[in-house]
């Protein structure tokens, strides 16, 4: 059992959903509310990471990200490293593949606030911000923490990307799936049977959160 | 009231799109103007420019001289800064909160150790003491709408508007609720505005009605006023008039106070009306409340006045009321009036009997046609 694995993947989960949080429901609350001309194809562009293929998606982060590009250059010279191949590397993928997964529940919960309760908080006298504390995010709650669950089940279970992106590097990148996958490689099938069960009962936990949530979500409306 | 000295809401709109507007509205403080329109026709579009959660492209709303928006001026306050007070078509309860928070939320002006005690004063006000910690699904619909008129009045606003306040509600509820918000405008100082597509409930509630159509207000006037003297035909279809025909002016005689006309085929007398000068064709109306039945036992008032002849066409018994269609002799036009159902069978009404009516002076309208 590689604990040092199991811990680096809770953390890159919780980094994840700490990053995704305030921009899951920015952009939720965007994509809910407004109408702008290139919301389809912005849309689109994020819920891609549900269709690609993870090499797919893995090998285009390794290029924006890598040594040549722009972005890997410029944090080369930021901080002295590749940011490929090292946790922060690993950190924006997992952000960019868990996209869809935390947006869209946050944005499915944002759109079943009707407009007149919108309207009523600001003929109440909320001013924008009050409105999203006292009012929305209340009222949005399931689906946000439906959007936080699912980023971290899907974090845990992510392997093709972080494989791209990260290697298998001990301590750095190696996340539980990579180490399941090198102990099936190394014949050490006690291991993988061990860390898969570990993987089984989070994810399982995770989902049923989720169900628990939407469920109470639905009974309150009714 | 309408004359009222207090500057009240002043509503000038215009724009071509996304819904058209062409909006001249006033309603003076304490008075209770309704809205009124069919559906689509822009009447929950206007409340919300007034409230602010949507803007026109130009015109002007103004509150006791305040400008609330002036596209002119540049001038346009968002919604938490107009003191509006906005009852909506669901309510719009916060489904989070209980009855006695929706209420204080809407008091960001009053001091924070003040708003329980003025809460609770306000829902015992709506008839809502003892229920202020339940949420609004375990409200009836009457109750919800009594929390969000507590919530609307919380705000202390310099307008109240209420959008189809009682559609959402059943026919005995809304009996009652329009009993509470007659009760409860007394006290109200402010403008009301009161959006509704039910003429019986616009009269019954509102000391003025505008009629609105495809987001033109077309007339304002006292219901009864409205009804009975429709400034067009449109105004007249739109708050049901009936009877509406063409005709034309023949002669006036200022002296007597009448306006003769030809209508029906034959030769009516109007109230004079200068308007119009002798040989203009004009539209005319009458309300089914000035077409007297000629009794077949003994003579009635009014029978001399515009005597007309014809069959019945159609003969519908409606409850207590019958909703009878006379074809009329001659032009074939048909006059529909409802009579109560007892005086309808004690002159042995029915479909293909012959009747004659009269249709009293007073209520025939000549408008432009």
Redesign the interface.
Known sequence: MDWAALILSIELAAWTMAVLLPVGIALGRLLAWRRFAWKPLVEGLLALPLVLPPTVLGFYLLVSLGAASPVGQWYQSAFGRPLVFSFEGLLVASVVFNLPFAIQPMQRAFESI?R??R?????????PW?ALV??EL??AWPGILSGMVMTFAHTLGEFGVVLMVGGSIPGETRTIAIAIYDSVQSFDNAAAGAMSAVLLGLSLVAMALVYATSARRTR??G | MAESAVPGLEVRLSQAGPIALQVEMDCASGEVLALVGPSGSGKSTVLRCIAGVIRARSGRIAVGGQAWFDSGAGVSLAPRHRSAGFVFQNYALFPHMSAQANVEVAMGHVARGDRTARARALLDRVNLKGLESRRPAELSGGQQQRVAVARALARDPRVLLLDEPFSAVDRSTRQILYRELAILRRDLAMPVVLVTHDLDEAAMLADRMCILHRGRTLQAAAPHDLMLRPASSLVARLVDVKNVFRGKVLAHDEAAGTTLIEGLGQRLEALFDGRFAEGTEVQWAIPGSHVILHRRDRPSRGERENPVRGVIADFLPLGENASVVIRVDGPGEHLRVTFPLHVARRNGLEAGAEVVVSLLRDGIHLMPD
């Open positions: 009707p007149d309760v309207d009523a908080a600001a003929c109440c006298g909320l001013a009050q006292r009012i209340p009222l309150g409306r």
